[in-house]
């Protein structure tokens, strides 16, 4: 059983920083595609980032080199580390980890991955 357990969430001021993680267990991260997205009451799940199988890292537009997502294969633990915090980024943030083929073509999808975590809540204060 594939599980996935996200932490390093909290309360910060606009400009600082937060790193978050996401630690899988029940299956290798460097042969799944493992992404990040967010969401708040009422809206849909937001793409944020993802590390495909291969190592290709993608972001969504909105992050502007402000996060940087990296892997640690030695701990099957993917990062995401948020600097330049803003009130717009207060959101529950969640990982998913898809297994199939199709998972890392189409890494910014929910749909590709198979996986969640319970999340973690990011509030940033002005």
């Known amino acids: 059983q594939v599980q996935l357990v996200e932490s390093g969430g909290g309360l910060a001021q606009a400009g600082t920083s937060l790193r978050l993680s996401c630690t899988v267990s029940?299956?290798?991260?460097?042969?799944?595609?493992v992404g990040w997205f967010r969401q708040v009451p009422g809206e849909e799940r937001d793409f944020v980032g993802a590390i495909t199988r291969r190592g290709t890292i993608y972001y969504a537009d909105f992050v502007k080199g402000r996060f940087t997502l990296s892997r640690d294969n030695a701990k099957n633990t993917v990062y995401l580390q948020l600097n330049s915090l803003k009130p717009a980024d207060t959101a529950e943030y969640y990982c998913g980890v898809g297994l199939r083929g199709d998972s890392s073509a189409y890494p910014s999808s929910s749909a590709s991955y198979d996986y969640w975590g319970q999340g973690t809540q990011v509030t940033v204060s002005s």
């Open positions: 029940g299956r290798t991260i460097s042969s799944a595609a």
